[in-house]
């Protein structure tokens, strides 16, 4: 059997021209069919996204939002469809309108929630027989989620109350009466050289609300019983997570950015064990608490500057991350570490102090496990690191701890997946319009079958049918959701 291919990093990152796409792939028969099968046909323009926030499935029915144009436009927004129809094209029927998004809590599974640009919330019925249920008004479609509601708060003032819209006993019942957790919180404070943070401040841990209220006190209150205990006075800002929570203290001192300072401690909520850790500015890193579930707490001198040093509670000595670089993932007993700007990532011993490569071009990772992930080597789009231009295509990479890096595929798109057998799904030759042509790549030999063409970006492999790809096409006179399916061997 040929053996996986490795190549120079270096000489695939700008591999995004190949040759075009010709061959047809081989597809199997789905739904009694042969693939593609349509299971719903639009109003040409349409787009459909099939994953979130614009896609549900509930027991054997695929909710998606179809919106008449652009999902950036707020227009479009306004006019979109929520549709319900079976894995097959069975019985597709319009559920709502003016909604694009739609979840389901694995806190309150019997809640299908849809929510639109007015910010309302409403429970949808995924067979249509039943129009939208209010639920929650003007919570917006992102609010803290709890098992019990969602919890708000004003986003415009610097105190205010922090509020719990309970879920109904019966999603068809009507909205419930708000309840006041905290009256009056600070819902902003003074950060680093930006001026106030609002809305920055209250968190929500599982079923436990953390705030600040106004006489400075960082409270804990359980959203079920609405019980407030204090864990700390004189409290500028703070990060939680369920294993750590760290603050910072208010103070008169300033630091060379005019940032206000002060002690920064952190109580680990698994031995209740607090600790001083030192006098700095925790807004410096985005989330100090980012790895508490390895006991672990990050802190850096200014943003964007310096390294970053990590507190392995108890211990307040710090271990300085190398060579200006931040933690990205912990493997094994090395962590992960790479700089702020795209660039090389290497496998890092705090004990030692080894550095080891671990991809030495820019690119976009993204995990599998604890010690495989996948790399493309496109350049990530500031300020998500995680997403380049649409329209770039690069190599792709599987990376596992302590081994060479074995190319997948020699270009690939957004979006893209890898099957267990290391066929890479993605789309490639991508448009300015959004339509480029789906393929499917072959490990190895790196065969590239075409799938269909002009598809768009409402395109998604669902993990309940393994070897099925959903996409939508523009034929020119209308959008159509196709289902195919690829041979369970490549």
Known sequence: ?????????????????????????????????DSPVELLALDSGTRVRMGFPGYEQQSERLLLAATPGSLLDEQARADAVVWAVGPCGEDPVEVARG??????????????????????????????????????????????????????????????????????????????????LLERARLEHEAAGFGAFFGGDPQLVDDELFAVTEDHALVRVNVETRAVVELATNVHTFDASANIVVWQARSDERDAYGAPIGMITALDRTTGVTTELTVGNLDAVFLATNFAH???????DAAFEGSERMYVLPSAEPIVVPDELALRSKVDHRWLIQPLDPGPRWLWDPD??????????????????????????????????????ETDEAALLRL????????????????????EDDRVITKLGTAPDGRGTLVVVQPETFDERRIDDDVLDGTAYLDAWPFDVFYTKDDGDQVRLLRTRLPDTP
């Not at 596992?400 to 893209?416: C, F, I, K, Q, S």
């Open 1 to 33: 059997m040929t053996r996986p291919q490795v190549v120079t990093l270096t000489a695939l990152w700008f591999a995004g021209c190949g040759p075009s796409v010709t061959p047809p792939a081989e597809l199997d028969r789905v739904c009694e069919q």
């Open 99 to 180: 909604i694009d998004w739609i979840r389901r809590l694995d806190e309150r599974p019997e809640f299908l929630l849809g929510c639109g640009a007015a910010g309302d919330v409403y429970a949808l019925d995924a067979t249509g027989a039943r129009e939208p249920a209010l639920l929650f008004e003007g919570v917006g479609c992102n609010p803290r989620w709890s098992a019990h509601g969602p919890v708000v708060n004003p986003t415009d003032v610097e105190i205010g109350p922090v509020v719990l819209h309970p879920f109904p006993a019966d999603p068809w019942s009507g909205p419930t009466a708000p309840i006041v």
């Open 294 to 300: 390895s006991g672990v707490v990050v802190l850096r």
């Open 352 to 389: 030692t102090g080894q550095q080891t490569p671990f991809l030495d071009a820019p690119g976009i990772l993204r995990p599998k496990s604890e010690t495989v992930w996948f790399a493309r080597l496109a350049v990530p789009n500031f300020p998500d690191p995680d997403n380049s231009n």
């Open 400 to 419: 596992v701890v302590d081994r060479e890096p074995v190319t997948l595929a020699p270009r690939a798109g957004r979006p893209w997946w890898v099957l």
